[in-house]
């Protein structure tokens, strides 16, 4: 014992008792509160950077779709079927992942169908 202040371990912790502990307990506390929004924001990363790097791929495809449908003389039209990548990039966002590979796959399909005629 130190003074007013008693240190004992529990549970491989320090706890401090007398004079100050409620200033530790606050700072603890803190800190934990800290660490554990840095963790939760760490864990929300890798998944806005994967979707973020799944629409980069989206947009490029879809950019390279529409290149190969003018080179072919396709002809398709409509809201799939332009070169505006920041248009392709804010419609994979507002969009499942599965329904941004279901559109890439559905313009592969169109476009080897065409190049066969």
């Not at 912790?13 to 924001?41: E, N, P, Y």
């Not at 329904?99 to 169908?113: G, N, W, Y």
């Amino acid at each position: 014992m130190y003074g007013n202040t008693e240190e004992f371990v529990v549970n491989s912790t320090i706890t401090t008792t007398g004079r100050g502990s409620r200033d530790m307990t606050l700072v603890r506390m803190t800190t934990a509160f800290v660490m554990s929004a840095i963790a939760a924001g760490t864990m929300l990363l890798p998944a806005a950077a994967q979707a973020q790097s799944s629409c980069k791929w989206y947009a490029a495809t879809a950019l390279k779709q529409q290149q190969e449908n003018e080179r072919l003389r396709c002809g398709f039209t409509g809201p799939a079927w332009h070169s505006n990548v920041p248009e392709h990039m804010q419609w994979c966002a507002s969009v499942s992942p599965s329904a941004m590979k279901e559109s890439a796959q559905q313009r592969d399909k169109m476009l080897a169908d065409c190049a066969k005629r």
